[in-house]
């Protein structure tokens, strides 16, 4: 799917067919002796003179765009009814590589200046699409898959064992670095500049200077919230297409299926949303509730025209679902237990026609950010005042209590190794980095990320406390898989996965805003429930318990144990996987599983995260070995 191209050498047919899920549509645009390129699969090319721009994606500021445009130049040709790629190419012609912070979108694209010999590649910073590049000085390939560099036999696939020791402790990784050596993706809102010998990176979006929002009264932010949020949805469904939208009993996805609702409703069109709930009940969990369906029947209720679909979270087989998703991705899977619901829902989606899948993934980092650093930052900046009230707030408004605010306290002023040996003294240890990973202690010691990865324990908080917006922009970065997800789901089958929550413009906004907003009162994530009263149930936006996804995943668990037994014992005859994940704790925690009746918080650590993102990481490793032959 996307486009590809080539610099210094042709590329050929197959190359591009290599990348298309429909054959048919794959075909070469341009060829001129120092450059080739390719598109499918609804990918678009546009020309002028001796520039060549190639896109995969969606423009969502089109207006906008075409104002500047006219601005600049008031005999400019009229592109309202142009393709996305001329847009992007005027723009390029206007502004070079300027005009990548112009564009709002999903989108990926590349640019071929003749003239010049230089190619310019870069994505949006939403990481819904992907691109890649390979270059040996001389020579560039690059494609919006890392499938098709490998169509091309210059490409190795050489995995690198240093993004395996990141990713396999949850790090966040360099930002050009792969799975695979001298492979390069381009960073979310980043540029590539590629000339002969040389490779030059620059980045365009710094979110982290977007500057604070001071407004009059609270009511004000809680209606720049709906307004971006509300453009930041239309955007994203377009006339004619059929849509469909993740709905848990949550307050992201319920806000994403309301706007839509509301929007199409006003076209006369219907959305199907889709909640995954458990087949077999489970008993409620500490601050968590194990069954999302009835708070999602409640959003649906309120909207005539939403279809609502029950997808069991146990709807198909656990290895048969990495089965499928694996065909689809060049990365491993990063949540196995997820992957047979969101399977399922893709699937009937696919059956039922719809083009687009719209998510708030991101949510939890822009509209509904819990202002959970509001206390931190207080004691950081030594506001005794401040930090007395945010206390008291937690207190009365919170429902927190007076000993787990001092450990907050205690938390935000403390080192890190203070803090965990005083946990630890008290009998309230942290989990640490082995409980969430299963990477081999060897492995992990002669890897160069030891010490990091013990300090941070897969926890983004352990960097820091009190800076909430470094916090939230490192969350987003290290949600990059998400762009993979998203391009896996396109090929296997045929959604476009959309996420309103990610939208730049709100994402910019979301940061801008004060903290007390998303904490006023000691309310988490009080900014959303109070923009959107009267548009969600109250069930749901006074619900404080978070909903648990695949809470019956136990059951799909123990279903899969002989293949499990299997999956692990051929992940012995791996060197690599046999080097750098512990096999031997993995077998451990097979012959030691505690069964469907287990609650324990433990058996999540063990199983949902350590051993399951150690088998997605050795079913993906033994996949590139067999590949290499």
Known sequence: MGFIGSCGRPLTAGAVAALSVRPRTARRVLHDGAFSGGVCDGSQCARDGRTCLLFDGRLDNRDDIFRALRQQDRHAPDLHEAEDASLALAAFAAWGPRSFDRLIGDYALAVWEAGERRVWLTTDPGALRTLFFWSDGGHLLFATEQRGLFACPEVPRELDRDQMAAWLCMLPREPLRTFFRNVNRVPPGQSVCWTPGDVALERWWRPEDVPAL???????????????????????????????????????????????????????????????????????????????????????????????????????????????????SDWPV?????????????????????????QGAVGNLTISYGGQELLAER??????????????????????????????????????????????????????????????????????????????????????????????????????HRGHAAMATRRLFGLDVRDPTGDRRLVELCLSIPDEQFARGGVPRSLIRRAMRGILPDVVLDERRKGLQSADWRVNFDA???????????????????????????????????????SSPQSKYDYVLAFSRALTAGRFIRRIERGNG
């Open 214 to 328: 001071h407004l009059p009264r609270d009511e004000d932010y809680e209606e720049a919230l709906r307004e971006a949020f509300g453009e930041a949805v239309r955007a994203r469904m377009r006339p004619g297409e059929r849509i469909g939208s993740h709905l848990s009993g949550g307050l992201d996805s319920s806000s994403v299926t309301a706007f839509a609702a509301r929007e199409l409703a006003g076209q006369g069109r219907g959305l199907t949303a889709f909640t995954a709930a458990p087949r077999h009940p489970q008993p409620a969990s500490h601050n968590r509730f194990t069954d999302e369906w009835p708070h999602a029947a409640e959003v649906a209720a309120l909207y005539p025209n939403i279809e609502h679909v029950r997808i069991h979270n146990d709807a198909e087989p656990l290895l048969d679902a990495l089965d499928v998703r694996e065909l689809g």
């Open 334 to 358: 990063l949540n196995a237990s997820n992957t047979v619901w969101a399977t399922a829902i893709n699937r009937d989606a696919r059956r039922r026609g719809l083009d687009v899948m719209m």
């Open 379 to 480: 004691l950081r900046n030594r506001d005794v005042p401040g930090s007395l009230r945010a206390m008291r707030d937690l207190r009365r408004g919170g429902g927190r209590s007076w000993p787990g605010i001092a450990g907050q306290v205690a938390d935000s002023l403390l080192p890190l190794g203070v803090r965990r040996r005083l946990r630890a003294a008290m009998g309230k240890s942290e989990p640490g980095l082995f409980d969430h990973s299963a990477i081999r202690p060897e492995f992990l010691r002669g890897s160069g990320v030891e010490e990091r990865a013990i300090a941070m324990a897969c926890n983004l908080r352990n960097l820091g406390y009190g800076d909430s917006r470094a916090l939230r922009l490192a969350g987003l970065d290290r949600g990059d």
């Open 560 to 598: 899969a144990l002989p293949g499990l037994r299997q999956e692990v014992a051929r992940l012995r005859n791996s060197p690599f996987a046999s080097e750098c994940l512990d096999l031997n704790r993995m077998e451990a925690l097979l012959d030691t599983w505690p069964g469907v009746t287990d």
